[in-house]
Nanobody, 124 residues
Framework: QMQLEEAGGGLAETGGSLRLSCDSSMRSFSPATRGWFRQFSGKEREFVAGIGWPGGRTAYADSVKGRFTISRDGAENIVYLQMNDLKSEDSAIYYC?????????????????WGQGIQVTVST
């Protein structure tokens, strides 16, 4: 069974950058989509960004457009989330997830595998 593992979280200053990575324990089926979600304390998990393949179509939440970039290393099957110009409101636990099919803005319940999550904290 596939497992996903996030890395790269931690503490950043306002205006700073972090790059999250999401690695999988096995080769993904194709077509597939991998997404990033985040969860604030006491809130529902919300969509951040997604990428589908083949083709590499991407989708972003309005709150991160122009600041975050999702990408995929096909050879290594790793998906990255480059986060620039971080804001305090980006502080959350970030999760990556994978779904069947090539559709980068799926709902959370359409994803079949989730990582454990990783904390991102942006200090003011």
């Amino acid at each position: 069974q596939m497992q996903l593992e996030e890395a790269g979280g931690g503490l950043a200053e306002t205006g700073g950058s972090l790059r999250l990575s999401c690695d999988s324990s096995m080769r993904s089926f194709s077509p597939a989509t991998r997404g990033w979600f985040r969860q604030f304390s006491g809130k529902e998990r919300e969509f951040v960004a997604g990428i589908g393949w083949p083709g590499g179509r991407t989708a972003y939440a309005d709150s991160v457009k122009g600041r975050f970039t999702i990408s995929r290393d096909g050879a290594e099957n790793i998906v990255y989330l480059q986060m620039n110009d971080l804001k305090s409101e980006d502080s959350a636990i970030y999760y990556c997830a994978e779904a069947h099919g090539n559709s980068p803005n799926l709902l959370p319940d359409q994803y079949h595998t989730w990582g454990q999550g990783i904390q991102v904290t942006v200090s003011t």
